[in-house]
């Protein structure tokens, strides 16, 4: 009788490919500089690096659980013969097949460590406003994404923990808009709605023969340093990006793309809806093109919930901002077809687009940021936008990203100010989020405010 050895920690060697770090090739100075600056970087390269290798697990949006179950990793930069490698040792027994992991993992780890250590050059701007815009093309322009072939491209937002058929949905939906208009996507690139309209749009271009024509589409992941690790790139994203902050991801997300879909979600949605909203509501843009699409499947009351509270907080404000569209994901993809008609989607980048100051400014959430936050009637709908949008930020770095600071506060939690009727629709809507499972996959949530 043979025994089968015991499971041991595994050791894992990922060549750093200069192509993917934007260089031509390594040379002695680069290869010090990068060892070390990851030598240098913080845990959340650690993290992030362990996501990434993670491949084989449940969903989870849990830091601490991904923490603990890699608490042994170390991170070696090592120089080899054809330039850099990361030794990865003492990773948890089962995290590699084997041996080692399926190549576009490994590239990723790639794209994480340029992400992560090498910061992107631009020309000085006249604003700071400007001088983000150029931050964040800047790295989208380390990826193919700005040198390909004109194509309609749509940013997908949705939850991380969504029903079976709203998942099933949001597959269906990719699948009837991939093989109507040839649709690229760009999404969160973690589980749930990140992951759907992916799947649906691999039958779609396998369908339309692209590779043969000579046609490419990307899957494409855009996060960020704060939420990697808890939500991880799904198994078919072929270009992530990871920006610093939310804020630049956003912006990156509205300017890449030349539409935007948002199916039901959580927290992280609604945050990301009041973006697109504020950037569409500034006079600025008061001309732009920009279809924003509320999307759900026949019979479904999500997104009337989410109109009904734009209204309450709003009234008739923001009604010509967006649409909603409940039925077929066949119904769907026509509209986007006619309405696509519209949309210059020549472009590969919205440079016309204005991005208000406001919205690229990173919130930092504290107990006392929290508290400052004013949510009352007596501002702009603008103004609004982008506290209710620094609101639900905060909901996110605090149920996902970073739970362990509501501990530091001891039992006491920020007071949240504003109108009674905004406040009570929000709490309304927050608590149906819990009650259905929209504010985590797995784990307890805890409310980390009050409201007056």
Known sequence: MNRIAAETEQTLEVDIRPDVLGIDAFHGAIVDKLRDRILEANSGLRETVAALIDIHKVDNDDKRELREKFADMELEPKATEHGLALRCTGLPAGSLLNGDL????????????????????????????????????????????????????????????????????????????????GTEFITGCGPGV????????????????????????????????????????????????????????????????????????????????????????HPANRDLVYPLDLVEGPGGKYMERIADWLNACFGDALDDLYDVHVGSAWAYAEHVH??????????????????????????????????????????????????????????????????????????????????????????????EFEAHGRMKIRGEYRRPFRFS
């Open 102 to 181: 399926p190549e576009r993992q490994k590239r990723q780890i790639s794209q994480a460590v340029r992400d992560w250590i090498m910061e992107p050059h631009f020309p000085e701007a006249e604003t700071e406003s400007a001088a983000n815009s150029h931050f964040v093309r800047t790295m989208v322009a380390r990826t193919p994404l700005l040198e390909q072939a004109p194509r309609p491209r749509c940013f997908v937002w949705g939850g991380h923990s969504v029903s079976r058929d709203e998942y099933d949905f949001a597959k269906e939906t990719g699948y009837w808009d991939a093989l109507a208009n």
């Open 194 to 281: 990140m992951k759907a309209p992916f799947k649906g749009a691999v039958v779609a271009y396998g369908k339309q023969d692209l590779d043969k024509r000579g046609i490419h589409r990307d899957f494409v992941g855009f996060s960020e340093r704060g939420i990697i690790a808890a939500e991880a790139p799904n198994g078919l994203i072929s270009e992530l990006i990871i920006f610093p902050d939310v804020e630049k991801r956003m912006e990156a997300f509205i300017r890449a793309s030349h539409r935007g879909r948002i199916h039901p979600g959580g927290a992280g949605t609604v945050e990301e809806l009041l973006t697109l909203l504020a950037v569409k509501s």
């Open 338 to 431: 006619r309405t696509n008609d519209h949309v210059d989607w020549t472009r590969l980048w919205n440079d016309e687009l204005y991005i208000p100051p406001e919205v690229q400014e990173p919130f930092t959430v504290t107990f006392e940021s929290i508290e400052d936050l004013d949510l009352s009637r007596d501002q702009e709908p603008f103004d609004l936008l982008v506290n209710l949008r620094r609101f639900f930020s905060a909901l996110v770095h605090l149920s996902v990203k970073y739970p362990d600071e509501v501990d530091r506060w001891e039992g006491e939690l920020p007071l949240v100010y504003g109108d009674h009727g905004i406040l009570e629709a929000t709490d309304d809507l927050i608590r």
